[in-house]
């Protein structure tokens, strides 16, 4: 070929690491050439002897179709006449030792089904959107400020088909999902979906996490279109998409990243800085600006070609800090002596703020467990420009705390209470994620203590508590309605579990709650605001009780929640309250449609003239066993 594609202005741009477009030029693309009908395909292996394209189109012989290195930087391209899509290529490099190996495309668009490794040409540019409203109305909105109750899912085993012999895993397709998902999700009253292992990966156990084809949507559900078709349909029903992104390691297998030309192209050569010893896996060079091009490419491909919503990034812990999971001897400090990972610090505002920057009304989430820092702070007080980070701490005290026998819950009361202390310091979603219902951690209704009745009832009220608390919120599939085993990725969740009463009823409690979190924008509107929320009482740990109040950003339709953590009944139980009003009653979870056991109650309580909880006026209300009251004023 003699014309180069990859030219002088895409070797600058990669080789500065800010070719932000580069999907469109790596990997392979069906064009046409000087009347010829072809793929161009191009390469980055900088210290490859030699490197071929081998595939369908050529019976995979290895010196068919040579490709021509192109500058420096170590690109490599040709043009295959009458290569097709559909058709499964590799890239047979041949190394400086003389050695060949066959590896599947890094920037390939679609990849052969497991346990194959193949990478499968694919056109990506014709797919018709249609869903111009949402991206508009989208780019409009601050989400930090607007709702979030994002469904956690794993696609391959939310629901399945019955086994047969094409599909033996019972996979839905993208466009099944869409449809399926969607219905589900607008009944429930969840403003977006969270979608685990959609980039390719070889083992099914890794649950996506094990990435070796970052630029294809797995071919296990179908096609690059197909997944397409699966955004566009769920924003046309007003769902937004964000999906698990790993850009902290990748797996060793022979067909992937690892030792890509022989050398360490896309890892540090060192394996202590290049490989995780408990995870077995590679660790990414992000002071090499092609491999940082590579990983903030893909971030912008997924959210500008694939109109996704925003990305949830795994493991950003293990990338800030050097001697994450590491003994001493097993890592390499930084200039300065310390175990920060400056590289990586610097990755990271340079991703956020392309992404962010270039798509309005977008979010990157760090799943991040430490108390680094700024991690959702501005890059120009040297945060790290996240969007919204899960909040961990919370998540592990209020686990701790729900699974405590209600008698021991006084002497642990601030569990509850903690997370408030530093609830605005960065911009948080509450998560109980797949992590907490995996590995003989139960299920969320096996966490909780007590009969079987009374799991149901605790489960409610936490979840009550979650949603009263600040942040944006996050539940794994199958927590909605009680699901009793723990999650595994071979089987679907158990809906049959929805023929029976309780279930039914708990599932229609989560939905209840998500559709009064969408609706009173006390509950989202002033997250990052401290004056959004104030503690009635937070140190009623005697009785296991706390009320608080969430305020709108109009003085308008703010909430007050009590929530009372034991069996006991509180029928003298009175609640202090900031002003003489009516307060509604639009919350009671004994209410019998949700399971609960109270009678009729009136919904509207007049404030009176009684101090209590240090104020001038409060009321009195009945408050059952494991009972919350949510009151509007």
Known sequence: MEKVIFGELDQYLFGQGTHYDIYKKMGAHPMTLDGHKGVYFAVWAPNAKGVSVIGEFNDWEEDADPMTKVGEIGVFECFVPDAQVGQLYKFYITTQDGEGLYKSDPYGNWAELRPGTASRIADISNFHWSDGIWMKNRAQHD????????????????????????????????????????????????????????????????????????????SRYGSPAEFQYLVNYLHKNKIGVILDWVPAHFPKDAHGLAMFDGTAVYEHADPRQGEHPDWGTKIFNYGRNEVKNFLIGNALYWVEHFHVDGLRVDAVASMLYLDYGKQDGQWVANKYGGNENLEAIEFFKHL?????????????????????????????????????????????????YMKLDPYFRKYNHNKMTFSMTYAYSENYILVLSHDEVVHLKCSMLEKMPGYFDDKFENLKAGYSFMFGHPGKKLLFMGQEFGQLREWSEERELDWYLLREEKHQKLQSYVSELLMMYKKYPALYAMDRNTEGFEWINADDADRSIFSFVRKSPTGRNNLLFVCNFTPMARLDYRVGVPKKKKYRLILNSADPKYGGKTTIRKTEYMAEKKPCDNRSYSFGYKLPPYGVAVFVY
Do not use: C
């Not at 899912?153 to 099944?176: I, L, R």
């Open 143 to 218: 989400p930090r400020d607007g709702a979030m109750s994002i469904y956690e899912v794993h696609p391959g085993s939310w629901m399945k088909h019955p086994a047969t012999e094409e599909n033996e895993k019972g996979f839905y397709t993208y466009k099944q999902f869409a449809h399926a998902l969607a219905d589900y999700v607008k009944k429930m009253g969840y403003t977006h979906v969270e979608l685990m292992g959609i980039a390719e990966h070889p083992f099914d156990g890794s649950w996506g996490y094990q990435v070796t084809g970052y630029y294809a949507p797995t």
């Open 352 to 400: 956020n703020t392309v992404v962010l920057g270039r798509n309005k009304g977008t979010v990157m989430i760090a799943e991040e467990s430490t108390a680094w820092p700024k991690v959702t702070g501005p890059v120009e007080e040297d945060g790290l420009n996240f969007s919204l980070k899960w909040n961990m701490g919370w998540m592990h005290d209020f686990l701790e």
